[in-house]
């Protein structure tokens, strides 16, 4: 994005919330509903103060046993998001030309716009537009030894009636890229290893990705799939959601928990490769987007954190005391070591 600088059913009412290092939440198994469950919220903003260690443990272990929390006190600047969320929605309300212009069908990088319908998840329509935004670099021509992930390099798409959404962006992928280095450096250090172990994969030229994406709302009777539960096939993810728009739901014990946005944060999981590089202690867990209802509509704007294409990220050994479970085996869904080869593996079964 043009900088690669170093550094199941929703509740029917509102859920109480509590500030003390959690929200309160509702989990569903199949039509029913369990005991209230809790999602960590984690405040960056202790790693400056004489907190940071016990902030590293929690960060460990709420993704070690969820694999998800929301993430307060991380900087990025309410005007910053507020511009970010205006100028998606003015993407979206352009006329249908317009956004076509710039389909990803006319993109070998797989950038550009994706209309309604045309993404899968495993084998299922997702029922969103999208546009996909990844570094601004040059296409890298094919050749002997040049590996195949390398066609996920290139130029973006941008919409020429909307010039402002590449410079809003531009800004949008540093500052999230900031939180982000300054989250790798912490589980590095929560396992006992050197703060800087992940620095190497992301220094040059690293493949970050950003969607901002548009759900439609739907009227079939039962909730339908916004987009179907899956894994994310990098390191880490920063998830933006539109302020009092519901949707996301993670996957945990057998069930479904919601986890609606909380003003001024940010959802963050992991991937598949910060479990490999965790030997499975860190789980990339699943999660799905349930469709909005009628008329309405959610925007989202996930951040996917993801090291140079070619990158393997390290093995950091556990601390004494930890148990290794091993990755998650499906053989559906391979786990690739190089970034680039989990990537593409992930783009062509969804295009």
């Known amino acids: 994005i043009g900088s690669t600088r170093r550094k199941a059913r929703p509740p029917k009412r509102a859920l109480p919330v509590t500030w003390r290092g959690s929200i309160r939440i509702r989990m569903t198994m199949g039509g029913m509903t369990s005991a209230t469950l809790t999602l960590p919220v984690l405040d960056l903003s202790r790693l400056d103060s004489g907190d940071a260690e016990a902030f590293r443990q929690e960060l460990r272990e709420a993704t070690h046993d969820f694999g998800f929390f929301y993430l307060t006190g991380h900087g990025v600047s309410a005007e910053l998001t507020d511009r970010v969320m205006r100028l998606a929605r003015?993407?979206?309300?352009?006329?249908?030309?317009?956004?076509?212009?710039?389909?990803?069908?006319?993109?070998p990088h797989f950038r550009g716009y994706t209309r309604i319908g045309g993404e899968l998840t495993q084998g299922t329509v997702d029922w969103r537009e999208q546009i996909d935004i990844g570094p601004e670099r040059p296409a890298v021509p094919k050749g002997e030894g040049v590996a195949d992930y390398f066609v996920l390099q290139g130029p973006n798409r941008w919409p020429e009636a909307l010039p402002q959404l590449q410079v809003a962006m531009t800004e949008w992928h540093d500052a999230l890229a900031d939180v982000s280095l300054r989250l790798m450096r912490a589980w590095a250090l929560s396992f006992g290893a050197d703060e800087n172990v992940f620095d190497d994969a992301f220094a040059v030229d690293p493949a970050s990705l950003i969607k901002i994406v548009r759900y439609p709302g739907r009227s079939?009777?039962?909730?339908?799939?916004?987009?179907?539960?899956?894994k994310d096939s990098g390191v880490l993810t920063l998830l933006f959601v539109e302020p009092g728009k519901g949707g996301l739901q993670v996957e945990h014990d057998g069930g479904w928990i919601d986890a609606p946005p909380i003003d001024g944060t940010f959802v963050v999981n992991i991937g598949e490769l910060l479990e490999v590089a965790t030997s499975g202690y860190l789980k990339a867990t699943v999660h799905r987007v349930i469709s909005p209802r009628g008329s309405d509509d959610r925007i989202s704007i996930p951040f996917f954190y993801s090291p140079a294409l070619?990158?393997?990220i390290p093995l950091l050994p556990l601390p004494e005391g930890l148990t290794a479970p091993g990755i998650s085996v499906d053989p559906a869904n391979p786990i690739f070591g190089t970034y680039g080869e989990n990537a593409l593996k992930s783009r062509l079964r969804a295009h």
Do not use: C, M, T, W
Request: proline share 9%.
């Open 90 to 107: 003015e993407f979206f309300a352009l006329p249908e030309a317009d956004k076509l212009a710039i389909e990803n069908l006319g993109s």
């Open 220 to 230: 079939d009777p039962e909730p339908q799939q916004g987009v179907g539960a899956h």
């Open 310 to 312: 070619e990158a393997r």
